[in-house]
């Protein structure tokens, strides 16, 4: 009976798709283009809400 290869030994494991440095070298690029880093304090949302409550309904509506 032939071994069967275990699946841990037979897969390379990716490498990273970003790492520190690529992170770094593209920091560095976007501030010598002129970019700016803006600090945000700990707590405040990026999001802005717009349209309102949403409220949600359930069951039948009352009739007039």
Known sequence: MAKKASSS???KQSAPL???E???A???AFLAKGGE???VPKGVSGQT???GPKHITLGK???S
């Open 37 to 39: 880093i803006e600090q």
């Open 18 to 20: 970003e790492t520190s």
């Open 26 to 28: 593209q920091v560095q």
């Open 9 to 11: 030994s037979s897969r």
């Open 61 to 63: 509506k009352p009739r």
């Open 22 to 24: 690529s992170i770094e």
């Open 49 to 51: 809400n717009t349209s």
